[in-house]
Structures are given as structure tokens and as C-alpha cells.
């Protein structure tokens, strides 16, 4: 037979190449494939037990018996797609990749999904079946985070033997009112302080502020270019108008006013948090990750929200692993009240092998938020992977209930009868 002949043909490799496919194994399902099965598959006793024989072969690293015994296999149920998997990533390692495409494709046509929920195709193609929107998982900062520098404008100018007064006192009672979300207030107290002192640069970025919250976005920039006009070298002013571009959605515009900000202080943390999500936007990962790193030298305890971006922003760049250990500070911080954080430690936890962790991290999150249909989605995929079938379709028709509807195609795939 052809096939047999390329197997003792490529005898010479197998040496070579066994240790890597068996690690590579390894990390996609957290051991060999030994005991995997696929959609409703029930196997009989003579397959179940040609089957073992091939897991035993397969993990000893007699790779050309394994193949034999594969042989075997597919005679007894060319319908298999447990079989053809198999049999198809042997033939990738074995140099066979024409032939171990036709079985791929077979089993894909059986089961669409089967080849990357199990990766057999890659490792981290199981991301193309989870529930996975690292987009819109990046977290902005919250407004506290974003008023800290005033508090410190504040303290520079009580020291200021030049300062008003009454302008501090005025700049502190509209802090105080933008963190209670009082924006009715402080409007009315900005147009005082300015009647007062129409030339502070403060209070026409705290105007533009205002006018940014309130989505006016041609009033903030009017407002905030008047603060820089005042005061050229005010670096938050030209923060807040990178915001108000970003908003509108030129974001080359917002970056140039971010890096002004940045040249004119250094340590402006938000400036570089929102650099990152820009870069990421503008398809620079890398850039992104650089900022980042950035923010958490300077203040990673302040801004745990850097950690998870930085996080999902490896997971891209396919750094599982390094996305796990910023996805773990996250928790950390959290103490277990971010489903966000726990549903992305979860997926993270798939893409490693690390089912029985993952299946952990999506019931913490159903426990913070029990109508998360695509944490049931994903636990109800690690539940396949565990061979829980019974729990997994359980999820899944969770999932659909509360409104997934991508779970319904992997229902109907792994749940049929």
C-alpha cells in the first residue's frame, strides 16, 4: 500500500518529530489523546479496544504501529471522527500532508467543530469555537482614575503662594461633583469659576470635561482648545482632547494629542493607558503592550485594567501563557467580582490544556452573574472536552435559552441524537 510505504519511508523522522507532536498534544488537551471521543459517537467494543491500542502506540512513541493499528480503525468505521482526527494528525507528523487533509476534511464535514474544540488542527485554534471578544473586554478608566490628576493640580496650587483661593476652592467642589456624577452642578459651578477668573486654563478643561461626559463633542473641543491656548503646557488638557477625538473616532488625531501630553509629563499614566488602546485599535499590538508595560511600572496596583488589556492584548499575539499571568493579577485584584476577568482566565485556561481550571473560572463567573450565557457557552465546550457530555449539553441549552445563539450550532453538532 502507498500509505505504508510512506510510513517506512519516513521512519528516519520520527525520532525527530515524536517528542515535539507528543508536547504539542500536550499542551492543546493537558495529556495525549488518549480517551477522546466526538459528537455522540459511541464506539463499540472492538473499535474502543483498537483504539486503546493506538492511544498506547501513539504514547510510547511507536508512531509507525500506531499508524497500522489506525489502518485498522478506519476499516472497521470509516464514519468515525474520533478515527479520522487522529489518524489525520499522524499523517501531518508522518509527512503525509495531502493525505491527512482528506481526513481532516472528512471529519470537518462530519463535525465542523470538532478539529479545533480538540486542537487538532493547532492549539490555540479552540479560540475560534470559545465565546471570545477580547475587543470588547478592554476596559476603559474609571472616573476616578481619571480626575486623580486634579487632585494633585490642587495640591500644587495650595503651595502656590500665587493661587487663588477662592479658584481652588471652586476646582475642588467640581471635582467633588464629577465623581458623584453631579454634572448638573458642576456645569453651574465651572460657569462660576470662569465669570470669576475667565482666564483659567483649569476651568475650561474641566468645562470640556463636563461637555465630554455629556457627549457634546464640539463644545469640549472648543472648550478644551480654549485651556491650551490659555495654557499651552497644560499636559491633562491635551489628554482630555485626545479623548474627545478618540470619541469621534479620529484616532490618529487623538494619538498625536497624546504624545503632546506626554512630552510636556512623562508620568501622565492615563495618557499611556489610552495610547495602548489606540495602538491596539490601529492594529500595533506590540506598541500597545509597550505602553502598558508602562502604566503598571508606574502604577499597575491603581490600574489593574492594564493588566487585563495587556493580557488579552498577548492572548492576540498568541503569549498564552504571559496573557495568563496578567489575567491571574486581575483576579487577584478582583477577589473574584469581575466575570469579565474570569471568563477571559477561563478561555486562557482552555488554550492551555488546563480544562478542569477553566471549567473553575466559568462556574466563579455564573456564580457573579447567572445569566452569562457565553460563560454556560464555554464551560458547556470544556464539558466536552471532559467527556462530560451530559453537563455540557445542559450548558448549551443554557446558553440558547438566555440568548447565544452560537451555542444552538454546537448543540446540534455534539447534542443530536
Known amino acids: 500500500m502507498n500509505n505504508l510505504l510512506k510510513v517506512f519511508l519516513c521512519s528516519f523522522f520520527l525520532s525527530l518529530l515524536s517528542t515535539n507532536f507528543l508536547n504539542a ?25 483498537i483504539l486503546r491500542q493506538a492511544d498506547m502506540e501513539y504514547s510510547q512513541g511507536d508512531l509507525e504501529q500506531a499508524f497500522l493499528t489506525l489502518e485498522e480503525a478506519y476499516a472497521l468505521n470509516p464514519a468515525s471522527v474520533q478515527i479520522l482526527l487522529r489518524r489525520a494528525t499522524l499523517k501531518k507528523v508522518l509527512g503525509m500532508d495531502n493525505e491527512s487533509k482528506i481526513d481532516f476534511k472528512a471529519a470537518s464535514r ?43 493640580l490642587i495640591d500644587n496650587q495650595i503651595s502656590d503662594s500665587d493661587a487663588s483661593v477662592k479658584e481652588i476652592e471652586f476646582i475642588s467642589e467640581i471635582i467633588v461633583n464629577l465623581e458623584e456624577d453631579d454634572l448638573f452642578t458642576a456645569s453651574e459651578l465651572v460657569d462660576s469659576l470662569l465669570l470669576s477668573f475667565p482666564n483659567s486654563a483649569v476651568g475650561y478643561d474641566l468645562q470640556g470635561t463636563i461637555f465630554l461626559q455629556q457627549e457634546k463633542y464640539d463644545e469640549a473641543n472648543t472648550a478644551l482648545n480654549k485651556a491650551v491656548i490659555i495654557n499651552p503646557d497644560f499636559a491633562i488638557a491635551w489628554y482630555n482632547l485626545s479623548r474627545v477625538e478618540a470619541m469621534i473616532g479620529h484616532l490618529s488625531q487623538a494619538k498625536t494629542y497624546l504624545d503632546k501630553a506626554l512630552e510636556l509629563q512623562s508620568d501622565l499614566t492615563k495618557a499611556y493607558f489610552d495610547r495602548a488602546l489606540i495602538n491596539k485599535k490601529q492594529g500595533n499590538p506590540e506598541a500597545a503592550i509597550a505602553d502598558y508595560d508602562k502604566v503598571i511600572e508606574m502604577k499597575g496596583s491603581f490600574y489593574p485594567e492594564a493588566y487585563l488589556n495587556r493580557g488579552l492584548t498577548k492572548k492576540i499575539l498568541g503569549d498564552f501563557q504571559g496573557a495568563l499571568n496578567d489575567i491571574n493579577q486581575v483576579v487577584e485584584y478582583d477577589k473574584f467580582e469581575s466575570s469579565e476577568a474570569l471568563i477571559n482566565r477561563g478561555n486562557l485556561h482552555m488554550v492551555l490544556g488546563l480544562t478542569e481550571r477553566a471549567v473553575e473560572d466559568y462556574t466563579l463567573a455564573i456564580d457573579i452573574e447567572d445569566d452569562n450565557a457565553e460563560a454556560y457557552y464555554n464551560r458547556g465546550l470544556a464539558f466536552l472536552i471532559l467527556l462530560d457530555n451530559m453537563s455540557a449539553c445542559a450548558d448549551l441549552d443554557k446558553s440558547i435559552g438566555l440568548g447565544f445563539e452560537k451555542a444552538q450550532e454546537i448543540l446540534n453538532n455534539f447534542c443530536s441524537n
Do not use: C
Open 25 to 49: 498534544q500536550n499542551l492543546s488537551t493537558g495529556n495525549t489523546w488518549v480517551g477522546k471521543t466526538y459528537g455522540n459517537e459511541t464506539p463499540n467494543v472492538d473499535e474502543q479496544r
Open 110 to 152: 462530519m463535525n465542523p467543530y470538532a478539529a479545533d474544540l480538540f486542537g487538532y488542527n493547532h492549539s490555540g485554534n479552540i479560540i475560534n469555537v470559545l465565546s471570545s471578544k477580547p475587543e470588547n473586554a478592554l476596559l476603559g478608566l474609571n472616573t476616578y482614575q481619571r480626575l486623580d490628576y486634579y487632585y494633585g
